[in-house]
């Protein structure tokens, strides 16, 4: 019933730019309560926190992505965005977002719900 469905992967190339959505439905609580999450992981790498969103509007992110990639949530829609730019192969991976009533959990990996996730590939 809970559904978070990323959407707005693909293939780019380095430099580029895509812009990630994540739709949530049937959460218990409004939508606007949640902190959302990105998290990322790559082919035999470990999982990596990415960016949060607070239900307060906070956003916060990796070194290895500030200035490039942005969160962004919109309530009305209950959906949350990362827009990634300048793209770089390493950014390659499955990101997924998350949600959770609790900030903490969507930073720590430990969020109670989780998309499906969303193939991004940066390459030539």
């Known amino acids: 019933q809970v559904q978070l469905v990323e959407s707005g992967g693909g293939l780019v190339q380095p430099g580029g730019s895509l812009r990630l959505s994540c739709a949530a439905s049937?959460?218990?609580?409004?939508?606007?309560?949640?902190?959302m999450g990105w998290y990322r992981q790559a082919p035999g790498k470990e999982r990596e926190w990415v960016a949060g969103?607070?239900?307060?509007?906070?956003?916060y992110y990796a070194d290895s992505v500030k200035g490039r990639f942005t969160i962004a949530r919109d309530n009305d829609k209950n959906t949350v965005y990362l827009q990634m730019n300048r793209l770089k192969p390493e950014d390659s991976a499955v990101y997924y977002c998350?949600?959770?009533?609790?900030?903490?959990?969507?930073?720590?990996?430990?969020?109670?719900?989780w998309g499906q996730g969303t193939q991004v590939t940066v390459s030539v």
């Open positions: 998350n949600a959770d009533l609790a900030y903490f959990d969507t930073r720590t990996g430990s969020a109670r719900y």
């Open positions: 049937g959460f218990p609580f409004s939508f606007s309560m949640y902190a």
């Open positions: 969103s607070s239900s307060g509007g906070s956003t």
